[in-house]
Structure formats: structure tokens, C-alpha cells
């Protein structure tokens, strides 16, 4: 298999019908293969999910109910660790592709020692870009979510080689609550095994704008990474996942 395009969700049916619309509209020159995780959600999300996903002839795998949902570093690796592509396709459940050789992009714009990040711009269910400047949530000002522009080496939609993901461990799984284990992904990528991120408008996605969670809610995983930072600056920790790197095969 030559990409693994991977989706951690949870309870967004509508989101993620988009999601996977735009990625089956595509027709790259090469085998890929979609792998959906869900992460727990409600029974009428996971009949819809089931649904869109036979659809799109992507691998479902449900997780336990978990009301308590807070991040989504387990679903996805879960994702990850089922991939058998050489090159994994990292995005979100909520960003839909929004050019038609994205996938084949993707693949053909990654280079040894470096991860590609597309653009991905805040946008309304018709692809206007958007943003809630009086919005309380985390992130729900952001018109650019990433670019070349806006250098955020995080995957709303990105790829990097299957052995540079498994060598840092995957997303970190000791943040539990929202937010954070993305930016600590990158920090182990870029300080951990010193990737190089290739930010390109070549790529673009629209991130379908939706509520947020409140900043208070992030505090947990702030103090999370902020602990998990000063230890790898001293010496003390690795940047990479706290369960370490996974074997690659």
C-alpha cells in the first residue's frame, strides 16, 4: 500500500461524510486506503459513521463509548498503527480536501527528513472562509489554520513517512484532555528525530467551522506539554511519545 489516509472522529457524522466525499472524489495514480477510528461516539453518529464509511470502502474501527471524551491522540493511534501505507495522510475529521490532486500531492511532495503540511483555512459549510471573532472557544477567531504564511508545523491535513511516525511513538497519549498532543507531535518530529516541515499552498483544506472547547478546558494538557518540554530541554525526557517508538515493519 502505498498511503494510508488516517481519521480520528468523534461525533461529527455530518463533518465526516464531507470528509470522506472529498477524499473518494480524488483519483491519484497509486493504492491508498482510508482508516477511520471513532472514538467512542453516540449511537446515532457511529449507524451514520458505519454508513459513510462502507460508502467510501474505509476501514471503521470503533473504540468503547467515552463520554469523556478529551483528545484524540488514542483514536489516532489507533489509526496509525493499522496503516500499511509507506506515506500516512494525518487529518482531521472536519477538514474536507479542497483540490483534487490533494492525496496525490500529499504523497508526491514528501522528501526524506521532511513532513508536508497543507494549507487549511477556517471555512462555512459552502467554503466561505470564516472565523467567530466574538467566539469563546479555542481557536474559533483563526481564518488560516496553517500555511506557508502561517507556519504551524500541526495536522489538520499533512503527511510524513510511516517510519518517521512510528520512530516518535505516535501522538502522546498521556495528554488526555483537550488540545496540546498535536504541538508535542511536532515538536518530537522536528526536535526529536529533526524532520523538517514543507509547508506548501498546493494543498489546501477547508476546515468546516464548528464550536470549540473552552481554553479552560485546554489547562490540563498545557501543563501536560509544558512539563513534558522543560524535561526534554534539561535532559531528563526524549521528545517522543511517552510509550515510545514503535517497532516498523
Not at 140 to 153: A, E, G, I
Not at 183 to 207: D, M, N
Not at 210 to 225: G, K, M, Y
Request: proline letters at 6%.
Amino acid at each position: 500500500m502505498d498511503c494510508s489516509i488516517c481519521i480520528a472522529t468523534y461525533n461529527k457524522p455530518r463533518y465526516l461524510e464531507r470528509v470522506l466525499q472529498s477524499i473518494i472524489s480524488q483519483s491519484p495514480p497509486f493504492d491508498y486506503e482510508i482508516i477511520v477510528v471513532d472514538d467512542g461516539s453516540d449511537s446515532e453518529s457511529i449507524r451514520r459513521n458505519q454508513s459513510s464509511c462502507k460508502d467510501a470502502k474505509a476501514k471503521y474501527i470503533f473504540l468503547s463509548e467515552n463520554p469523556a471524551y478529551g483528545n484524540p491522540a488514542r483514536a489516532r493511534n489507533v489509526a496509525y498503527k493499522e496503516a500499511t501505507g509507506d506515506v500516512i495522510i494525518c487529518q482531521s475529521d472536519d477538514v474536507i480536501h479542497a483540490r483534487k490532486d490533494n492525496i496525490e500531492d500529499l504523497v508526491t511532495e514528501l522528501q526524506p527528513g521532511t513532513f508536508v503540511i497543507g494549507t487549511v483555512i477556517n471555512t462555512d459549510w459552502d467554503g466561505n472562509q470564516y472565523c467567530e471573532p466574538e467566539g469563546k472557544g479555542y481557536g474559533d477567531h483563526l481564518q488560516v489554520y496553517t500555511s506557508p504564511q502561517r507556519k504551524r508545523p500541526l495536522f489538520f491535513l499533512g503527511s510524513l513517512y510511516r517510519s518517521d511516525l512510528y520512530a516518535v511513538g505516535g501522538n502522546d497519549e498521556d495528554f488526555v484532555h483537550p488540545s496540546r498532543e498535536d504541538v508535542w507531535f511536532a515538536e518530537c518530529l522536528t526536535k526529536g528525530i529533526r524532520l523538517r516541515p514543507h509547508y506548501t499552498s498546493k494543498i489546501v483544506g477547508h476546515h468546516l467551522h464548528h464550536s470549540h472547547c473552552n481554553p479552560q478546558d485546554t489547562l490540563p494538557s498545557r501543563e501536560v506539554f509544558k512539563e513534558k518540554m522543560k524535561a526534554a530541554q534539561i535532559g531528563k525526557g526524549r521528545y517522543e511519545a511517552a510509550s515510545g517508538p514503535w517497532e516498523y515493519s
